[in-house]
Protein backbone atom coordinates (compact mmCIF):
# COMPACT_ATOMS: atom_id res chain seq x y z
CA UNK A 1 0.00 0.00 0.00
CA UNK A 2 1.01 3.62 -0.72
CA UNK A 3 0.01 6.28 1.05
CA UNK A 4 -0.64 9.65 -1.15
CA UNK A 5 -1.44 13.11 -0.27
CA UNK A 6 -2.10 15.77 -2.81
CA UNK A 7 -1.34 19.47 -2.93
CA UNK A 8 -2.23 22.40 -4.93
CA UNK A 9 -5.93 22.53 -5.88
CA UNK A 10 -7.69 25.96 -5.69
CA UNK A 11 -9.59 28.84 -7.09
CA UNK A 12 -8.12 29.53 -10.34
CA UNK A 13 -9.73 31.74 -13.44
CA UNK A 14 -10.55 30.29 -16.75
CA UNK A 15 -7.89 29.72 -19.26
CA UNK A 16 -5.27 29.37 -16.74
CA UNK A 17 -2.79 26.61 -15.71
CA UNK A 18 -2.43 24.75 -12.12
CA UNK A 19 -0.12 21.86 -11.04
CA UNK A 20 -1.15 19.48 -9.08
CA UNK A 21 1.43 17.53 -6.80
CA UNK A 22 0.90 13.91 -5.12
CA UNK A 23 3.63 13.15 -1.73
CA UNK A 24 3.47 9.35 -2.21
CA UNK A 25 4.95 7.21 1.49
CA UNK A 26 6.46 3.97 -0.22
CA UNK A 27 9.88 2.49 -0.28
CA UNK A 28 9.36 1.06 -4.11
CA UNK A 29 7.68 4.18 -5.33
CA UNK A 30 9.27 3.99 -8.62
CA UNK A 31 7.25 0.39 -9.02
CA UNK A 32 4.22 2.05 -8.68
CA UNK A 33 2.02 3.57 -12.06
CA UNK A 34 0.19 6.74 -10.72
CA UNK A 35 -2.79 8.34 -12.11
CA UNK A 36 -5.18 10.83 -11.48
CA UNK A 37 -8.31 10.87 -11.79
CA UNK A 38 -11.71 13.44 -11.07
CA UNK A 39 -15.16 13.71 -10.12
CA UNK A 40 -17.44 16.44 -9.68
CA UNK A 41 -20.97 16.09 -8.39
CA UNK A 42 -23.20 13.84 -9.99
CA UNK A 43 -21.00 12.70 -12.11
CA UNK A 44 -18.73 9.34 -12.12
CA UNK A 45 -14.87 9.48 -11.29
CA UNK A 46 -12.91 9.95 -14.42
CA UNK A 47 -9.07 9.37 -15.60
CA UNK A 48 -7.29 12.56 -16.25
CA UNK A 49 -4.09 11.56 -16.63
CA UNK A 50 -1.47 8.37 -15.74
CA UNK A 51 1.94 8.19 -15.72
CA UNK A 52 3.75 4.42 -15.78
CA UNK A 53 6.96 3.43 -13.83
CA UNK A 54 9.39 4.13 -16.34
CA UNK A 55 7.47 7.73 -17.29
CA UNK A 56 5.19 6.81 -19.94
CA UNK A 57 2.08 8.48 -20.51
CA UNK A 58 -1.50 8.88 -21.39
CA UNK A 59 -4.51 10.96 -21.12
CA UNK A 60 -7.07 11.37 -22.85
CA UNK A 61 -7.36 15.32 -22.66
CA UNK A 62 -4.05 16.85 -23.93
CA UNK A 63 -4.24 19.76 -21.90
CA UNK A 64 -3.60 17.41 -18.36
CA UNK A 65 -0.12 15.95 -18.28
CA UNK A 66 1.28 13.18 -15.61
CA UNK A 67 4.97 13.16 -14.32
CA UNK A 68 6.81 11.60 -11.73
CA UNK A 69 10.00 12.74 -9.57
CA UNK A 70 10.82 9.21 -8.17
CA UNK A 71 13.42 10.36 -6.17
CA UNK A 72 11.35 12.88 -4.36
CA UNK A 73 8.21 10.10 -4.17
CA UNK A 74 6.44 12.87 -5.93
CA UNK A 75 4.03 12.77 -8.77
CA UNK A 76 2.53 15.35 -10.44
CA UNK A 77 -0.50 16.79 -12.75
CA UNK A 78 0.19 19.71 -15.14
CA UNK A 79 -2.86 21.21 -16.24
CA UNK A 80 -3.05 23.99 -18.98
CA UNK A 81 -5.54 25.81 -20.37
CA UNK A 82 -8.39 25.69 -17.59
CA UNK A 83 -12.18 25.32 -18.18
CA UNK A 84 -15.21 25.93 -15.92
CA UNK A 85 -15.89 22.30 -16.42
CA UNK A 86 -12.86 20.70 -15.01
CA UNK A 87 -13.64 21.81 -11.63
CA UNK A 88 -13.88 18.48 -9.64
CA UNK A 89 -12.20 17.26 -7.04
CA UNK A 90 -9.10 15.44 -8.27
CA UNK A 91 -7.72 12.44 -6.66
CA UNK A 92 -4.19 10.69 -7.19
CA UNK A 93 -3.56 7.25 -7.19
CA UNK A 94 -1.33 4.29 -7.70
CA UNK A 95 -1.35 1.03 -8.89
CA UNK A 96 1.01 -1.73 -10.09
CA UNK A 97 0.35 -1.24 -13.87
CA UNK A 98 -0.88 1.89 -15.73
CA UNK A 99 -4.38 1.38 -16.52
CA UNK A 100 -7.86 3.67 -17.67
CA UNK A 101 -9.82 2.22 -15.47
CA UNK A 102 -9.49 2.72 -11.42
CA UNK A 103 -10.58 -0.24 -10.36
CA UNK A 104 -6.30 -1.31 -11.33
CA UNK A 105 -5.37 1.86 -8.94
CA UNK A 106 -4.99 0.03 -4.92
CA UNK A 107 -4.13 3.57 -3.57
CA UNK A 108 -6.09 6.56 -3.05
CA UNK A 109 -5.18 10.60 -1.68
CA UNK A 110 -7.90 11.85 -0.11
CA UNK A 111 -8.32 14.74 -3.50
CA UNK A 112 -7.83 18.28 -3.74
CA UNK A 113 -10.32 20.46 -4.78
CA UNK A 114 -9.87 22.49 -8.27
CA UNK A 115 -12.38 25.21 -9.18
CA UNK A 116 -12.44 27.14 -12.13
CA UNK A 117 -14.34 30.19 -12.83
CA UNK A 118 -15.33 31.76 -15.65
Known amino acids: QVQLVESGGGLVQAGSSLRLSCAAS????????MAWFRQSPGKERELVAA????GGTYSPDSRFIASRDNAKNMGYLQMSSLKPEDTAVYYC???????????????WGQGTQVTVSS
Open 51 to 54: ISPT
Open 26 to 33: ARAFFNYA
Open 93 to 107: AAGPVLARVESQYTS
